[in-house]
Structures are given as C-alpha cells and as structure tokens.
T-cell receptor, first 114, second 115 residues
Framework: DSGVTQTPKHLITATGQRVTLRCSPR?????VYWYQQSLDQGLQFLIQ???????AKGNILERFSAQQFPDLHSELNLSSLELGDSALYFC?????????????FGPGTRLTVL | GESVGLHLPTLSVQEGDNSIINCAYS??????FIWYKQESGKGPQFIID?????DKRQGQRVTVLLNKTVKHLSLQIAATQPGDSAVYFC??????????????FGDGTTLTVKP
C-alpha cells in the first residue's frame, strides 16, 4: 500500500458525459501528479500540482482539467468524454515538487467510456 | 519529439538468473531517469533512479546503468525471483526553469520469471 488513495476504483459512463476522479496523497506529500495509462498510448504524464498550484503540464487535453485543494487532495475532471478516453488513471504523490523526489502511485481508477 | 523506448517488449528468465532490461531515450536534455515496476492490477512502483551526472547506481539486487553517449539506460536485476515478474518501465525527466519535472515513459517490458 503506497498511502495514496484514489476513488472510485472503477467508473463506467457514456460518451459526452463528465466525470471527476479523486486522489488523496500520502500524508505529508505536497505534490500530486496525474497519469493516463491506455493500451495504445502507454503511461502518459498529464499534470502536476504542488501545494495547490499547477507545477508542470504534460499531454493533458483541453477537455480535461485538474485542481489541488487546500487539504492537498486533488481532482481530475474529464468532460465531453470520448471512447478513446477509456483508460487507467493514476495519481501519484511526492514530498517535493521538483525532480528527484520519489513518486508513490495510487491503485488507479479504471474509466470505461461506452 | 521526445520518446523513450524499450528494446524488448517481453523477457523470460529462469529463477535465479540475472535479468537485464534495456531502454533507449531520445532527449539529450533529460537529466533524471527512473525505473518503475508495475504488477498486474497495481500502480507503478519506484525501483531505482539515476541522475545524468552518474553512470551507475546500485540498489538492493538492482543496478541501473546510464550511457549518455548512446542515450541508453538499463536495469539489471540480480538473482531474479518469481516476485520480480511484472512490467518494467523506464522514464526520462526533463525539468523546466522552476525545477518541475515532466516524465516521459517507455512502452514497458514484461518480465516473466520461470521457476
């Protein structure tokens, strides 16, 4: 158990819908990262937050957004869902916001878009 | 564009043998590299990392080698055990002016350990 929790574990929804994925980092970690893992694209970095502020951006679509709250939990919002958004979404956390800090991954949320 | 690739998608070894998993990267500006292990149904797990100012780093039963000349990274697992069976990813990091990093992952190598 990494100490990072993600809810829900599974999510099934329809195209065009909007969903919110939730992540609670390890106690004491200030940084949260979101990743998407799909069969055809592999593991891709989406976005990072550090102490409530956006820190780095990766291959995140405009239909997706995220935020980190004062209690440091984070939410990833996915809207206008398409079939291709079906994937595993992982959250990770680390103590610091720069490189060199070990990231601890949560168990993931499996999103299925029908 | 940036890409991190693994030479072999699958690797099968006998229990007790040493395993070597390879990775090629293309961004010469990458300055930090990480190996992750992902077991079925779980999230990736950090194994070992190395900075670009080093060429070798050892952990417990694992060693990472970095060859910046040919942009090659490898993970060596000594005395491979059945519990080592998993998908292994390498990741390269570049960082922006504020120090934040952006990770690019390879496709993964599935390691199977035969008893």
């Amino acid at each position: 158990d990494s100490g990072v929790t993600q809810t829900p574990k599974h999510l099934i929804t329809a195209t065009g819908q909007r969903v919110t994925l939730r992540c609670s980092p390890r106690s004491g970690d200030l940084s949260v990262y979101w990743y998407q893992q799909s069969l055809d694209q592999g593991l891709q970095f989406l976005i990072q937050y550090y102490n409530g502020e956006e820190r780095a951006k990766g291959n995140i679509l405009e239909r997706f957004s995220a935020q980190q709250f004062p209690d440091l939990h984070s939410e990833l919002n996915l809207s206008s869902l398409e079939l291709g958004d079906s994937a595993l979404y992982f959250c990770a956390s680390s103590v610091g916001g720069g490189t060199g800090y070990e990231q601890f991954f949560g168990p993931g949320t499996r999103l299925t878009v029908l | 564009g940036e890409s991190v690739g693994l030479h072999l998608p699958t690797l099968s070894v006998q229990e007790g043998d040493n395993s070597i998993i390879n990775c090629a990267y293309s961004n010469s500006a990458s300055d930090y590299f990480i190996w992750y292990k992902q077991e079925s149904g779980k999230g990736p797990q950090f194994i070992i990392d190395i900075r670009s100012n080093m060429d070798k780093r050892q952990g417990q039963r694992v060693t990472v080698l970095l060859n910046k000349t040919v942009k090659h990274l490898s993970l060596q697992i000594a005395a491979t055990q059945p519990g080592d069976s998993a998908v292994y990813f390498c990741a390269e990091n570049t960082h922006n002016s504020s120090g934040a990093g952006k990770s690019t992952f390879g496709d993964g190598t599935t390691l199977t350990v035969k008893p």
